[in-house]
């Protein structure tokens, strides 16, 4: 446990940290960079750098998944206090989700970022599918009679 309550360091930060990226376009939006941040929105609830029990859902080296958690037993030792599960692309998707589930219920991590990690995590899984090639549209109508004409003359 911290001396200072996180609700103090949350006040004393909030305008300016590290991990905190204004944006002027899109109505002066705040974003956040914190690895322990599920959906990256600059908000109390999301901040992982003051929360005690956080979790994060960043992509895997070699493909797939990891997800990462903030102990609460190493608060001022940042090397040790965070722990690394990692889901290989070869995982079917439904098994890597529960399995985010699973492990965040049963080490007590909060219950209210279980869905924002496996959204975080089915995004990720996501954006690592090889792109499909893009058919090469057929001409219909009056522009597919002509061009079979000429093929046929």
């Known amino acids: 446990m911290s001396n200072v309550s996180s609700d103090l360091i949350w006040e004393i930060t909030r ?3 590290s991990y905190l990226v ?3 376009s ?5 974003f956040s960079r914190d690895p322990l941040n599920v959906t990256n929105k600059h908000s109390r609830k ?4 003051l929360n005690e029990k956080a979790v994060g859902i960043q992509p895997g080296e070699k493909g797939g ?3 990462v958690t ?4 190493h608060q001022n030792r940042p090397a040790a206090n965070k722990n690394d599960i990692t889901w290989s692309s070869n995982k079917s998707g439904p098994k890597v989700y529960k399995g985010i589930v699973n492990y965040t219920a049963k080490q007590g991590y909060r219950a209210d970022l279980r869905a924002e990690a496996v959204a975080r ?3 990720i899984r996501q954006s690592q599918r ?3 090639d893009i058919p090469e549209k057929k001409p219909r109508g009056a522009k597919a009679k002509k061009d079979t004409e000429k093929e046929s003359s």
């Open 65 to 67: 998944v990891t997800l």
């Open 22 to 24: 204004k944006r002027r």
């Open 130 to 132: 090889p792109k499909k």
């Open 70 to 73: 903030k102990k609460t037993k």
């Open 121 to 123: 995590a089915s995004a």
């Open 15 to 17: 305008a300016n940290n």
């Open 46 to 49: 999301y901040a992982g750098f």
């Open 26 to 30: 899109g109505g002066g939006a705040q």
